[in-house]
């Protein structure tokens, strides 16, 4: 695929220690300081990307990003028997043990609520248990604030340290100064402390859920292939060796029930392979000698022997789940608020808290226990990370949601725009039709039919049109003319030069328009710009096409046909499908005008597949393309249709429509609680205890709602 070009400009390091959005916000802060572009830092993913540069160091940067309290983790190992071994530090005490840890001290300090039993009520005893769980804390929160303070992006971490200390120094100077149980509130600092680790390690685990998609495709790569070498004898011995190791023109081994490791090209044999979980496509696809095969799927039936031509990140399937990461960081501009929000919610809940405090103690006249409290309540309820969690969660789960069912969109921007698209245009040849064409009729106008079709055959073989593609086909075992160059005439044909000079020409009418007027032909052939022949074809409009554009009109959505066909061809297939207007005999040129034209009147995605089309592609808001598309057209689109079958393409809308709508429902959710919610605690209607809890499962609620995506009828 084409986009490894851009791939390959972009460093990518894993990261531990993010918690949150603003975590992320707080390194995109800092590499952007040190001049660096196309930054992109995924907390979900653990993973921060950004453009090479010749001026800043990698050791600086690695260094840079474990002085703000994050953890760059090297790459992992395979070793001589495929195993993976992972470079990133023990993790010993995990979330789970600190929220075990926490809990087991915390219990009997809510126990003293209910038993007022004098050991619990001694306030030496409630300052024993809560000191492991304040150390427990000032470890996992305050570390990970102090680092967001450095990156100039606090985090929610600074509230719960602030709200949890606060809390903790109150109660430890009451019980030196011995004033009373009214002045202890050990209980509050440390359930604060154990409510927040129980909404991170719940919260983790639901985001874990919004990356599937990429975890199911990376499970497709395989860590062992059965390397094919001849012995002394000149016999074949197959070895099993890390896929590491594997280097492109190896020959690997393929039985049934076997995973094919890597792209390459059938040298032996025949099968039957499950290619689903990459392309979408349900049906097995039967492939022989001389055919491509794609790593990572399945050989259902049938044995084979591959030889490899890509390996790495240059894979179909790695490329794929790269293309998965970038689209799922890729921000939308719905998400712009959020971020402006998040990056200055902490400091103002903070100045709000000090606010509830002085109202409270120096104008209402609430006791200084009273006035702590709401200060305490206002830090623990207050909640920034659902508002960053609002879009991301839901754009990775729409966008695992669609390349699960054979679709790649290129970034979460993207699917905000197809989402709003009004206007549909389409190419006709292999995008609304088969592609697969017949031939008709042949007439000749000087020469021999076999000179014409020698002469069609030599240069269409160079084209990847579809038309080209069928006339090859239907004309197999023709000769072929021993061209000394080709090249390609744009919107028009093909032309070539033998080494006596003469010219051969073949393609559309553009090429004899001062030759003959008869223009009802698809294909005309020319030898020293001499009219030798012309070809009448025909195509079939494709099965899913109907009722594509059906939805499409139902939903408001106007639909186009551009094509550089011939009138009457492009008038019969869209009065067929009704479609809304059609526009034929267009250039490249003249497709790049119209789709301009549109794009500014309405949204507008362009559905194409030839070269031809990669101008029109790329100035349509959206460029869409097929996946047996060149890779012109490819490389210029946003979405990709992995299969081919154009009916994906109202799923990719349906979900991008829905993704969406969640965002908006996430972002009401987080902006609505925390407008509700702080109000409450500033007044003294909420408990400390109860404002953490209602904190720790604000995220959660946001995330889950993003995972009914991943399940849940779209229309």
């Not at 069912?405 to 993207?414: E, M, N, R, V, W």
């Not at 005439?489 to 030759?515: H, T």
């Not at 001499?530 to 639909?559: F, H, M, P, V, W």
């Not at 995506?709 to 229309?715: A, G, I």
Request: glycine share 8%; net charge neutral.
């Amino acid at each position: 695929m084409p986009e490894s070009a851009e791939i390959d400009k972009n460093i990518k390091l894993q990261v531990e220690g993010m918690t949150c959005t603003n975590c992320a916000l707080g390194i995109s802060r800092f590499l952007e300081k040190q001049g660096l572009e196309n930054v992109s830092v995924n907390f979900a993913t653990s993973e921060v990307r950004f453009k090479k540069s010749e001026t800043v160091k990698m050791p600086d940067i690695e260094a840079g990003i474990e002085r703000l309290g994050f953890q760059v983790v090297k790459p992992p190992t395979v070793d001589e028997h495929g195993h993976s071994h992972s470079n990133s530090p023990a993790k010993g005490f995990t979330l789970e043990r600190k929220l075990m840890f926490c809990a087991v001290f915390t219990i009997p300090l809510l126990l003293h609520m209910f038993w007022h039993h004098p050991v619990l009520m001694n306030p030496w005893v409630q300052l024993a248990l809560s000191t492991p769980v304040m150390l427990v804390g000032l470890w996992h929160f305050g570390r990970s604030a102090l680092a967001s303070l450095r990156t100039g992006v606090p985090n929610m971490d600074v509230l719960i340290t602030l709200g949890s200390s606060a809390a903790f120094g109150y109660s430890l100077a009451g019980a030196i100064m011995q004033l009373g149980p009214n002045y202890l509130f050990f209980e509050t600092a440390a359930t604060i402390i154990t409510l927040v680790l129980l909404g991170n390690l719940i919260e983790h685990r639901s985001v874990q859920q919004t990356t599937t998609a990429i975890r199911e495709l990376s499970k497709l790569q395989v860590p062992i292939a059965k390397k094919v070498r001849m012995d002394i004898s000149g016999q074949d011995q197959v070895d099993e060796v890390p896929s590491s190791n594997i280097r492109r023109g190896d020959v690997l081994q393929v039985n049934t029930g076997d995973k094919i490791p890597f792209d390459g090209k059938i040298i032996w044999g025949y099968a039957t392979i499950d290619e689903s979980l990459v392309t979408g496509e349900s049906l097995p696809v039967e492939r022989k000698k001389d055919q491509k095969v794609i790593g990572g799927t399945l050989l259902a039936n049938g044995s084979i022997k591959v030889q490899v031509e890509a390996v790495g990140e240059s894979t179909y399937l790695a490329q794929i789940i790269e293309l998965v990461k970038i689209a799922q960081q890729n921000k939308p501009d719905i998400q712009r608020l959020a971020d402006r929000v998040s990056a200055v919610f902490v400091p103002v809940v903070i100045i709000l808290a000090v606010s509830a405090f002085l109202l409270a103690y120096y104008v209402l006249g609430v006791d200084l226990t009273g006035s702590v409290l709401r200060s305490v309540a206002v830090l623990a309820i207050a909640c920034p990370c659902a508002m960053g969690l609002a879009t991301p969660t839901a754009i990775m789960v729409g966008v695992g949601r669609v390349t699960r069912a054979g679709i790649l969109i290129k970034g979460g921007k993207t699917v905000e725009q197809l989402a709003g698209v009004k206007q549909v245009v389409f190419d006709k040849t292999g995008t609304l039709t088969t592609g697969h064409f017949k031939v008709k009729q042949v007439k000749l106008f000087k020469g021999t039919e076999a000179e014409a079709v020698s002469i069609l055959v030599s240069l269409e073989q160079k084209s990847s049109h579809p038309i080209a593609k069928s006339l090859v086909k239907e004309f197999k075992g023709a000769a072929e003319i021993p061209f000394n160059r080709t090249e390609e005439i744009k919107g028009s044909g093909m032309r070539g030069f033998d080494e006596d000079g003469n010219v051969y020409e073949s393609g559309s009418f553009q090429l004899a328009r001062n030759l003959t007027t008869d223009n009802h032909f698809d294909v005309y052939i020319l030898k020293n710009h001499e009219l030798l022949a012309a070809i009448e074809l025909q195509d079939e409009i494709k099965l899913e096409a109907k009722a594509t554009i059906s939805y499409l009109q139902n939903n408001g959505i106007r639909t186009v046909l551009l094509s550089g066909d011939r009138y009457e061809k492009c008038y019969q297939v869209a009065t067929t499908l009704g479609m809304d207007a059609f526009y034929a005999e267009r250039k490249p040129e003249e497709k790049l005008e119209i789709i301009s034209q549109l794009s500014k009147e309405l949204p507008t995605a362009m559905v194409g597949d030839g070269i031809n089309d990669a101008p029109a592609l790329a100035k349509a808001t959206i460029g869409i393309s097929l996946s047996n598309a060149t890779e012109v057209a490819i490389d210029s689109s946003q979405v990709i249709l992995l299969n081919g079958n154009l009916s994906y393409l109202t799923e990719a809308i349906k979900v991008s429509k829905a993704t969406v709508i969640t965002i908006k429902q996430n972002l009401f959710w987080a902006f609505a609680y925390n407008l509700v919610a702080i109000p409450i605690a500033m007044a003294g209607l909420l408990n400390p205890m109860v404002a953490a809890l209602a904190m720790a499962f604000s995220d959660v609620v946001v995330i889950g709602n993003s995972i009914r995506l991943k399940y849940r009828k779209v229309s």
